[in-house]
């Protein structure tokens, strides 16, 4: 069974300064890894996704995120946060074998001071 | 491109009524349709998988004959809360699942229905 962690419940972080969001991952296969933001009351909009090749995956906003396999990780950055990058991120692995369903993690939300 | 729609985006009723939501995909067609429930400060639950002309499929614990889901077409899936409770109340999203285009293996999600039901 897939199964997803997002460690930090909340972060607060300073406008101007970088951000990095964890993501911790179980599955027995490649997954295809995705991370998404929701703003209060709004649905998911992708941010990124990783199915294959460059580990290293570029989404909208200025985020960027790094699959790493030896440890089952999908890291989210982002060099300098605005403030309206204060939203709730999900993390969530899929797989085709699995129907394509998603497992989300529990979400990380980020507040920015400014 | 991929944008998903869900209609109402609100709605308050009485207990023991029925509400449908609807979601469409505006710009590809989906072969897949999923429900999601979210309860605040929570993540997101999914609840059934829709596939375009067959019987949804429904997760543990989920019940089927209270959360009627159909999928009759490539672009609409409906979910209808039946004989709603105030413990239905809760934030509910879809998401769709493109036929082609480079979308087949990624979720689009809709904005979400908030359900009051009092």
């Known amino acids: 069974a897939q199964s997803v962690t997002q460690p930090d419940i909340h972060i607060t972080v300073s406008e101007g300064a970088s951000l990095e969001l964890r993501c911790n991952y179980s599955?027995?296969?490649?997954?295809?890894l995705f991370w998404y933001v929701q703003s209060p009351g709004q649905g998911l909009q992708l941010l990124l996704k990783?199915?294959?090749?460059?580990?290293l995956v570029q989404g909208i906003k200025g985020f960027e995120a790094e699959f790493k396999r030896s440890q089952s990780s999908f890291n989210l950055r982002k060099p300098s946060v605005h403030w309206s990058d204060a939203a709730e991120y999900f993390c969530?692995?899929?797989?085709?074998?699995?129907?394509?369903?998603?497992?989300f993690g529990g979400g990380t939300r980020v507040l920015v001071k400014p | 491109g991929a944008v998903v729609s869900q209609h109402p985006s609100w709605v308050i009723c009485k207990s023991g009524t029925s509400v449908k939501i609807e979601c469409r995909s505006l710009?590809?067609?989906?072969?897949?349709m999923f429900w999601y429930r979210q309860f605040p400060k929570q993540s997101l639950m999914l609840m059934a998988t829709?596939?375009?002309?067959?019987?949804?499929?429904?997760e543990q614990g989920v019940e089927k004959d209270k959360f009627l889901i159909n999928h009759a077409s490539l672009t609409l899936s409906t979910l209808t809360v039946t004989s709603a409770h105030p413990e239905d109340s809760s934030f509910y999203i879809c998401?769709?699942?493109?036929?082609?285009?480079?979308?087949?293996?990624?979720?689009?999600f809709g904005p979400g229905t908030r359900l009051t039901v009092l």
């Open positions: 710009d590809f067609q989906a072969t897949t």
């Open positions: 829709s596939n375009e002309g067959s019987k949804a499929t429904y």
């Open positions: 990783y199915f294959s090749g460059d580990t």
């Open positions: 969530a692995v899929g797989a085709r074998a699995a129907g394509n369903k998603l497992t």
């Open positions: 998401s769709a699942r493109g036929l082609a285009g480079g979308a087949t293996d990624t979720q689009y």
């Open positions: 599955y027995g296969a490649t997954p295809y």
